[in-house]
């Protein structure tokens, strides 16, 4: 938070990456595909569109995939408070090879799993 | 002009052997911090450092940056400056690599009324002396 109580804005960076995590990984375990939570991002580009007051009630991260490519894909998401939109972001994430420290083509199961999430928003609490 | 912070990294930083993407969004509010604390009296303007809103960040990571002892170089200016708003240009890079570029849109806010504000003269004066509009792009061939 900052001094106004307002959600500080590297903060919403971290819960668009808990909300990856948990999309590609845990809720529910994405077998042949978990890795996708830990793709690299190589470009963000949010807009802070209105001030999120801190509450513990969670608010609703929503994230769909935009788009698949070789190595990389393009994620959507919004974060949302009932029916206010707070923040919209547009990720690109690179598949990566932390042994080669490179990029890597997505694998088949992986592109199954960004193929379902295309068309469906994911909603999930952060 | 180009403000230079030299930003000391921290292992802790570190997740999968290479500091994690949200934290660079931290060290660029350092190093904007520090373009608008510490001026002489009557250019008060850390307000815009501090309580400024950020609009919008579009965030290119260009190489992994891993950890090592030595600072790495963040150069900030301003390309534009608006009625309440500017943006302001980051470059996170070392004399090898260019790791990250940033391009951040900030709103002089009142916190009292919960609004934008206008930006104040001394505050524009302050920004003038970091501006570098960016190159208009060439015409295509």
Same mark, same amino acid.
């Given at each position: 938070?900052?001094?106004?109580?307002? *959600?500080?804005? /590297?903060?919403?960076?971290?819960?668009?990456?808990?909300?990856? @995590? =948990?999309?590609?990984?845990?809720?529910?375990?994405?077998?042949?595909?978990?890795?996708?939570?830990?793709? /690299?991002?190589?470009?963000?580009? *949010?807009?802070?569109?209105?001030?999120?007051?801190?509450?513990?009630?969670?608010? %609703? &991260?929503?994230?769909?995939?935009?788009?698949?490519?070789?190595?990389?894909?393009?994620?959507? #998401?919004?974060?949302?408070?009932?029916?206010?939109?707070?923040?919209?972001?547009? +990720?690109?994430?690179?598949?990566?090879?932390?042994?080669? +420290?490179?990029?890597?083509?997505? %694998?088949?199961?992986?592109?199954?799993?960004? $193929?379902?999430?295309?068309?469906?928003?994911?909603?999930?609490?952060? | 002009?180009?403000? /230079?912070?030299?930003?000391?990294?921290?292992?802790?930083?570190?997740?999968?052997? #290479?500091?994690?993407?949200?934290?660079?969004?931290?060290?660029?509010?350092?190093?904007?911090?520090?373009?608008?604390?510490?001026? +002489?009296?009557?250019?008060?303007?850390?307000?815009?450092?501090?309580?400024?809103? &950020?609009?919008? #960040?579009?965030?290119?990571?260009?190489?992994?940056?891993?950890?090592?002892?030595?600072?790495?170089? *963040?150069?900030?200016?301003?390309?534009?400056?608006?009625?309440?708003?500017?943006?302001? $240009? #980051?470059?996170?890079?070392?004399?090898?690599?260019?790791?990250?570029?940033?391009?951040? *849109?900030?709103?002089?806010?009142?916190?009292? @009324?919960?609004?934008?504000?206008?930006?104040?003269?001394? $505050?524009?004066?302050?920004?003038?002396?970091?501006?570098?509009? =960016?190159?208009?792009?060439?015409?295509?061939?």
């Amino acid at each position: 938070m900052d001094e106004a109580g307002h *959600i500080h804005n /590297v903060v919403y960076l971290r819960y668009l990456e808990e909300t990856r @995590i =948990d999309v590609f990984s845990v809720n529910p375990p994405k077998p042949g595909a978990a890795a996708l939570a830990f793709a /690299v991002v190589a470009e963000m580009d *949010i807009e802070y569109l209105r001030p999120l007051a801190y509450r513990p009630e969670p608010v %609703r &991260v929503e994230t769909w995939v935009a788009r698949i490519g070789t190595s990389s894909f393009g994620l959507s #998401h919004e974060v949302h408070d009932g029916d206010t939109l707070h923040a919209r972001a547009q +990720s690109t994430m690179v598949a990566f090879d932390a042994g080669t +420290s490179r990029a890597r083509p997505l %694998r088949s199961e992986e592109r199954a799993v960004l $193929e379902e999430l295309t068309d469906d928003r994911v909603g999930r609490v952060a | 002009m180009r403000r /230079v912070h030299h930003c000391q990294l921290r292992r802790s930083d570190m997740a999968y052997g #290479h500091i994690n993407n949200v934290i660079y969004v931290s060290y660029l509010e350092e190093a904007r911090a520090g373009m608008f604390a510490g001026r +002489s009296p009557g250019q008060d303007v850390s307000a815009l450092g501090e309580n400024a809103v &950020v609009a919008r #960040h579009r965030i290119r990571y260009l190489q992994p940056l891993v950890y090592r002892p030595e600072p790495v170089r *963040i150069e900030s200016w301003v390309s534009r400056i608006g009625r309440s708003s500017f943006t302001v $240009e #980051h470059e996170i890079r070392d004399d090898e690599a260019l790791y990250c570029r940033a391009s951040s *849109i900030i709103v002089a806010f009142d916190v009292e @009324i919960g609004r934008p504000r206008p930006l104040l003269p001394e $505050e524009r004066a302050v920004l003038e002396t970091f501006l570098e509009p =960016d190159p208009a792009p060439e015409p295509s061939a």
